[in-house]
């Protein structure tokens, strides 16, 4: 019951689908929000659209032959997924992977940071109503990382490039002067970008203060990644947990104080130039040597669990492998970065507006493919 | 009183976009222009060799989706197996590269082109000397440097379209 | 059929049809009308063109380019398309509504262009009221969109047109104030009066009326980044979810009819209309139409979306006190210095226009004083 002044309205609140099929880019995601008026006050997410059985397919396949497969799960960044699992089954057999694969593992998995950073900061912002101009600009960004991947594993999308034990091929003769080239021209890309929309009045007010997820609740629910460090939560695997060789390399972790939509924004731009800096110090010192351990290519870890998880660029990417000593995997968990990030999406949005919704949703940046799997 | 909110941001935002007017669009006109593909390029097609191969099936096992399908006979008089059929069927393939990376005697070969669209999901599935490489059909350089050299650099976006900065 | 042209500054004396007319009231009215028509039928397909362009190169790709030369038969090959389509009406719509609705909005914005002057003394009706008329008679159009959204029978139109006819009426104030001034400046609401008393252009004169009078003409026609009755980023599609083939492209008309008649009033109120040295008048008067929808398509391509609440504020809280001081000051000017030298006002309102926004800004809060921008 809505009053004003001395007549009574009677309204009531009324469920809305946003389909699974969605204007905006994010894959098949359908939430069912219940609205009075243009507040929101609840929603009921539901998804399993994309789901492919990838956790059942695991114990079909051969652990390399999962590789591919482990490209198919977060199809953004597939370079941190092959990372991951890639980590988990070496730490399962006790493997110990060379120098100069570490080297390129590291160039490679912060290449795929600053392309998946490209991508969440644009459709974050043209899901604000930019008119995908940011979305173009940063396209062509990806467009030459892209490139640089093709260069050396021969595909955009699915690299299929780690292996158990190094990666699979050494970079050819022109990678790093492409790169270093690469490099050149970033960091004025990046401040161009921030020219266009980082003070903009309207997108200020459109995202500051919108969507505040508190730094406690972050913590319960097991929030990790840009969202948690939006929050205030300064956890970052790659200095807490290091992994691969992080520990050599210096770079700061930027961390949000609010925790609205503008925060995320915001720490997402910072992570691409923290990421340029660390792919300058590795750039420097890659030594030569081989780029593979020596690994049988139908590997027969030993029984046991093992669990590893990397800072992939959405969160915290983990998985969870079971063997019993044969050629596939007895089970294969992966921990899903954007399904548990999207647990919070519901506090996130009590209270906002149609329009804040789809912007709230925006910043969390998820991928279906990997809520699904 | 912070001066930079009151108007600066639209403004700034607008001059970047202006400048973008006067700058050469980063678009590539697809059938009048192409862009020169990676040397390592894992095409949709599956390059066999019949000389080279000895019928040893690690390519079939290697796949993880199972899409090669192998059989051999053995050939007494010349004593080695000898392969009857050797069948891909392109639908399922996934172009991982797995087999080519597997293959110990360097009998396949990841194609090199990618417009070839098929009419019938029949012709997907190809089978011996539909996989021999010939010149439409060439072979890319993925796991085989000797070919990656020989083929043409490929077109990077950083070198095609330099922004002129400050 | 030449027209004799007075370019002097005198006082044409008030008739519908100049004296110098060959041939007389109906010749006049036959030609003008017909002139009128293609002219706006023309410059809307050159309005889609120059957007879709103009859009496309500001974001680092090239707009369409295959249909004819450079593209110039795109909107042909719209129209084409868009007649071609079936019409379908839904089941539960109010059928004479539904069919009323797009005729309505277009209209008016058609018959916006009868009182512009295209050079001295052309136009289809000379009348002593003309700006009067111009803001009447685009009030009409809002009726049509709300028919539209009452008509389909569609809860999310329905909500669309309604936050579209707010948000009209709010933003018909702060564009009347500020016309206001210029009509005070230019002692008549006749608009070829108007060009003919600017000597000087009254955008020097009234810098703060021309950006009041830029906002909230982009405003009333739905245009960035203002357009969020028409977004597709949510949930609805707006007013015209259900209207398909012809119809359509008549809300897609008067969107760009509005569009480039908002422009042509900009011209003549602020820009001195046909006013210029070497070309032919109308030609003059081309050129200012189409740089002032340049300038709104930039404005499109930079700024993201304003939400519902915030346009609201935005039309109450800031564009209509600046407009109301703005009238004050102008009609202080007028009574205390009436033969001021222009140049001496044209700094003195510029420095205003700038110290007013500057205020007006650190007071403007959205959102009960929660958050300032």
């Known amino acids: 019951m809505t009053t004003t002044g001395e007549i009574t309205f009677k309204t009531e609140p009324f469920v809305l689908n946003f389909g699974p099929v969605h204007p905006s880019t994010h894959g098949v995601y359908r939430m069912r929000a219940t609205l009075d008026g243009e507040v929101v006050l609840d929603i009921e997410p539901v998804f399993g659209y994309l789901h492919r059985g990838i956790e059942k397919l695991a114990e079909e396949r051969t652990y390399t032959g999962f590789i591919p497969l482990t490209d198919r799960l977060d199809y953004i960044s597939p370079m941190s997924n092959n990372l991951g699992y890639c980590l988990a089954v070496e730490k399962l057999a006790g493997i110990k992977v060379p120098e100069r694969a570490e080297y390129i593992r590291v160039i490679m998995a912060e290449l795929q940071r600053l392309a998946n950073h490209c991508i969440a900061v644009g459709s974050f912002l043209s899901d604000c109503g930019a008119m995908f101009t940011p979305f173009m600009y940063m396209f062509r960004e990806r467009e030459k990382i892209l490139d640089l991947f093709d260069m050396v594993c021969g595909g955009r999308l699915t690299y299929n490039y780690m292996r158990i034990g190094g990666v699979s091929q050494d970079i050819p003769d022109e990678f790093l002067p492409a790169l270093q080239k690469f490099m050149g021209t970033m960091p004025g890309m990046i401040e161009e970008w921030e020219n266009l929309l980082k003070q903009n009045e309207i997108l200020l007010a459109r995202t500051k203060g919108v969507g505040i997820l508190p730094r406690e609740m972050a913590i319960n629910c097991g929030i990790s990644g840009p969202v948690a460090r939006g929050s205030g939560v300064k956890w970052d695997l790659r200095k807490a947990d290091p992994y691969c060789i992080y520990d050599r390399f210096e770079f700061d972790i930027p961390t949000g104080e609010v925790g609205d939509c503008y925060d995320r924004y915001r720490v997402r731009v910072e992570e691409m130039k923290q990421s340029l800096r660390i792919i300058k110090q590795a750039m420097e010192k890659v030594p030569s040597g081989p780029v593979r351990a020596e690994v049988p290519h139908l590997i027969r870890p030993p029984a046991g669990e093992a669990y590893a998880h990397i800072e992939a660029p959405k969160g915290e990417l983990g998985f969870y492998i079971v063997s019993d000593s044969s050629i596939a995997p007895y089970r294969c968990h992966v921990r899903p970065t954007s399904l548990i990030n999207l647990t919070a999406l519901r506090e996130m949005v009590k209270g906002w507006k149609v329009a804040d919704l789809i912007a709230i949703f925006g910043s969390i940046d998820i991928t279906m493919g990997e809520v699904d799997r | ?166 | 059929m030449a027209i004799v042209d007075s370019m002097n500054n005198t006082r044409l004396p008030m008739q519908v049809t100049p004296a110098d007319w060959p041939g007389g009231y109906w010749w006049h009215w036959l030609f003008f009308t017909v002139i009128l028509i293609v002219f706006v039928l023309v410059m809307v397909m050159g309005a889609i063109y120059i957007e879709r362009r103009g859009l496309g190169r500001m974001q680092s790709r090239l707009g369409p380019n295959r249909v004819g030369p450079f593209g110039l038969l795109q909107p042909v090959a719209d129209a084409i398309k868009v007649l071609l389509k079936e019409n379908i009406v839904p089941n539960s719509a109010d059928k004479v509504v539904h069919w009323l609705a797009p005729i309505i909005a277009f209209v008016p914005a058609m018959m916006i262009f009868a009182v512009v002057p295209f050079q001295n003394g052309a136009l289809l009706a000379d009348l002593n009221i003309g700006i009067l008329y111009v803001i009447a008679i685009s009030s009409v159009s809002t009726i049509g969109v709300f028919m539209a959204g009452w008509g389909s029978s569609n809860k999310y139109s329905l909500l669309g047109a309604m936050r579209n006819v707010a948000a009209v009426v709010s933003y018909e104030i702060p564009l009347v104030l500020a016309v206001i001034g210029v009509v005070l400046m230019a002692g008549s609401l006749s608009l070829n009066q108007i060009v003919l008393k600017q000597d000087i252009p009254f955008i020097l004169l009234q810098p703060l009326g021309f950006l009041l009078f830029f906002a909230a003409g982009c405003a009333e026609i739905n245009r960035s980044p203002f357009d969020l009755f028409e977004a597709d980023q949510e949930l609805v599609a707006g007013f015209h979810t259900e209207y398909s083939g012809m119809k359509f492209a008549m809300f897609y008309l008067v969107e760009y009819g509005e569009a480039i008649a908002m422009s042509a009033i900009i011209t003549t109120l602020f820009l001195s209309g046909w006013r210029g040295p070497l070309l032919p008048p109308w030609l003059w008067f081309i050129l200012k139409t189409l740089i002032i929808f340049f300038l709104m398509v930039w404005t499109r391509t930079t700024f993201p979306r304003a939400r519902i609440d915030q346009l609201m504020a935005l039309a109450w809280k800031f564009l209509f006190p600046l407009a109301l001081i703005n009238l004050f000051i102008t009609a202080i000017q007028i009574l205390v210095w009436p033969d001021a030298l222009p140049w001496i006002l044209i700094f003195i309102n510029i420095a205003i226009m700038v110290i007013l926004i500057l205020l007006w800004s650190k007071f403007f809060k959205l959102g009960w004083g929660r958050i300032e921008v």
């Open chain 2, 1 to 166: 009183m912070k001066f930079e909110r009151y108007g600066i941001g639209l403004i700034k935002g607008m001059v970047v976009t202006i400048k973008h007017l006067l700058r050469h669009p980063t678009v590539n006109q697809f059938p009048e222009q192409r862009l020169n593909i990676s040397r390592r390029f894992r095409g949709n097609e599956l390059i066999w060799s019949r000389e080279r191969c000895t019928g040893c099936a690690s390519c079939a096992k290697t796949c993880p989706q199972g899409a090669i399908e192998i059989v051999t006979a053995t050939n007494l008089a010349d004593n080695k197996y000898e392969v009857q059929k050797y069948q891909v069927d392109t639908g399922y393939c996934i172009q991982c590269g797995l087999c080519v990376e597997v293959c110990p005697y360097d009998a396949l070969f990841m194609g090199y082109s990618y417009e070839r669209a098929k009419y019938r999901r029949g012709e997907l599935v190809q089978s011996d000397d539909e996989l021999l490489e010939s010149p439409q059909r060439p072979a890319s350089g993925y796991f085989h440097p000797e070919i990656a050299e020989k083929l043409p650099k490929q077109t990077l976006l950083v070198e095609k379209i330099v922004e002129k900065r400050k």
